[in-house]
């Protein structure tokens, strides 16, 4: 019965870590766990389109909130486009596409602040 509880216990923390981690404001959530973090804060009235493309990785992002990305330490890139959501997992891009490098040293956290300018 112990060994059970205490597997029970530790699928459930690692479900909070996995599912509902982020930061102390509640505007953003954890996405994937790794050893450094891209933080991407999106402050436009329209979606964003992050694509990682040396980890194939792509994520939407709604306005006003924030995502957190982990991801192993090196040099690293990601590819910003605007978007209008039309549903819950699908956003149509428009505009141009901004690419950011991410020099993520082991433990780092880069934040990354969308607003109009960038584009």
Known sequence: ????LTATVL???LTLLVCCGGDSDG??????????????????DT?????????????????GKCEIFGMPAGSREVELTQCTFVADDQCNTFGP??????PLSEGET?????HSGLF
């Open 1 to 4: 019965m112990r060994r059970s």
């Open 47 to 63: 979606g964003v389109e992050a694509d990682f493309p040396d980890i194939a990785f792509q994520a939407l992002i709604r306005p």
């Open 27 to 44: 505007r953003c959530e954890q996405v994937t766990l790794g050893n450094s973090d891209a933080k991407i804060e999106n402050n436009l």
């Open 110 to 114: 880069i934040t990354i602040d969308v």
């Open 97 to 102: 596409t901004v690419e950011i490098d991410l």
């Open 11 to 13: 699928v459930l923390v």
